[in-house]
């Protein structure tokens, strides 16, 4: 069976907010899975290709909580295509998505809702773009949708329904996520301020009564809510606090010091929020890393596992955490060359964002050198290339 083998890593990030950190330097790949961290000399002399990591550090691929895809790797928006091999780049090596809400004349009614979201789910199941895995096709709540729906696209394998807009009649929105909740899918509630002409503004009271699964984008999506909203809602309920690249930074400095008064770091999921008006952003899990690592007290690494672990938790994606048995989608991240940080944790908590070396999905290099960010510090070479 060929197997890979990584060698000679610096810091390795498990996935896990509750142990960051791996004692461990090496990890064996085998088809395509975590066979072994750390595994032993006679493992790793058996495996076909071994890679040294020359120092740098091995993290889970990261998981964007928060874009919005729309088919393929088009954004209409922006009207541009490659946007996902462009944060693939970046690191990124799974997405969920909140919502194909961009596809022009996006469909309003039951049958169009549906519809959109079950070709999503497939065609990105179907066809990862550029090998990343997206959960892609959440279905985009409208009145009218009867249980039945619920059922059906859940059975066509859509994973998640958001809350975008007004349901007028409020017993509607609520036994809509019941029906969710019921079969199996998974309740994301837009948070904060009106981001597209027909989004409402919501607020503590009205997200409450829903009682979702995910508060997207707690943080704004741009603006956010009132910030004693926002803190109610991570004091007083025990949702996933989905914090986004493209909200309100100073709403971010509050909720972690709540979330770490709360020790509830496994509530939190971390996302772009993109592509959207706001523009695409390869470099955009990177830099949220960064931004929370140098401002906050979060330690960079445990913020790395809200990136990884606790997304896939949350989600069921196989990968996202450096274990065995799980997708070996990885990154080898290192400081950027120039900075003054040592080490790609110590970029992060310098406010330099480390770069990117290397990005594997399944266990195959997908990335040989990352083509978005500048260099970084160290490189890795092949002690054996089967
Ligand atoms: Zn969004």
């Given at each position: 069976m060929p197997a890979t083998a990584i060698v000679n890593v610096g810091?390795?990030?498990?996935?896990?907010?509750?142990?960051?950190?791996h004692r461990a330097s090496s990890v064996l790949i085998e088809d395509g899975r975590i066979a072994a961290v750390g595994p032993?000399?006679?493992?790793?002399?058996?495996?076909?290709?071994?890679?040294?990591?020359?120092?740098m550090t091995l993290i889970p691929g990261l998981i964007d909580s928060h874009t919005h895809p729309a088919i393929g790797e088009f954004t209409p928006r922006l009207n541009t295509v490659g946007w996902i091999e462009s944060y693939?780049?970046?690191?990124?090596?799974?997405m969920v998505s909140?919502?194909?809400?961009?596809?022009?004349?996006?469909?309003?009614?039951?049958?169009?809702v549906k519809a959109l979201a079950i070709l999503a789910a497939k065609s990105y199941r179907n066809a990862p773009p550029s090998g990343v895995k997206?959960?892609?096709?959440?279905?985009?709540?409208?009145?009218?949708?009867?249980?039945?729906?619920?059922?059906?696209?859940?059975?066509?394998?859509?994973?998640?329904?958001?809350?975008?807009?007004?349901?007028?009649?409020?017993?509607?929105?609520?036994?809509?996520?019941?029906?969710?909740?019921?079969?199996?899918?998974k309740v994301l509630i837009h948070c904060g301020g009106t981001s597209l002409p027909d989004v409402p503004t919501t607020t503590a009271k009205t997200i409450m009564e829903?009682?979702?699964?995910?508060?997207a984008h707690l943080n704004g999506g741009p603006t956010s809510l009132s910030f004693d909203d926002i803190d109610l809602l991570i004091r007083q309920t025990p949702w996933i606090i989905d914090l986004v690249r493209f909200g309100n930074p100073r709403a971010v400095l509050q909720m972690v010091k709540t979330i770490l008064e709360l020790d509830a770091l496994e509530r939190v999921v971390l996302?772009?929020?993109?592509?959207?008006?706001?523009?695409?952003?390869?470099?955009?899990?990177?830099?949220?890393?960064?931004f929370l690592a140098s401002c906050t007290a979060l330690p960079a690494e445990v913020a790395v596992c809200m990136a990884t672990g606790n997304t896939a938790r949350v989600y069921g994606f196989d990968t996202g955490f450096i274990a065995p048995g799980r997708a070996a989608d990885l990154a080898l991240i290192d400081a950027a060359r120039g900075s003054y940080a040592p080490d790609a944790l110590g970029g992060f908590a310098l406010g330099d964002s480390p770069s990117v070396a290397m990005v594997m999905i399944n266990g195959?290099?997908?990335?040989?050198?990352?083509?978005?960010?500048?260099?970084?510090?160290?490189?890795?070479?092949?002690?054996?290339?089967?």
């Open positions: 810091a390795m990030i498990s996935g896990d907010v509750r142990a960051p950190l032993d000399d006679a493992a790793v002399a058996r495996a076909t290709t071994v890679i040294d990591a020359n120092g693939l780049n970046g690191g990124i090596t799974s909140t919502g194909e809400l961009h596809v022009p004349g996006r469909p309003r009614d039951p049958a169009g997206m959960m892609g096709g959440t279905l985009i709540l409208e009145p009218g949708l009867v249980e039945a729906d619920f059922a059906e696209v859940a059975a066509h394998g859509v994973k998640a329904v958001k809350f975008i807009q007004e349901i007028a009649d409020r017993a509607e929105a609520i036994q809509f996520s019941r029906w969710a909740k019921k079969h199996g899918l829903i009682e979702p699964d995910v508060l996302g772009t929020d993109s592509p959207t008006g706001n523009g695409m952003e390869p470099l955009g899990m990177l830099h949220l890393l960064t195959e290099i997908v990335v040989a050198r990352s083509k978005m960010t500048v260099p970084t510090q160290r490189f890795y070479r092949f002690v054996r290339k089967g």
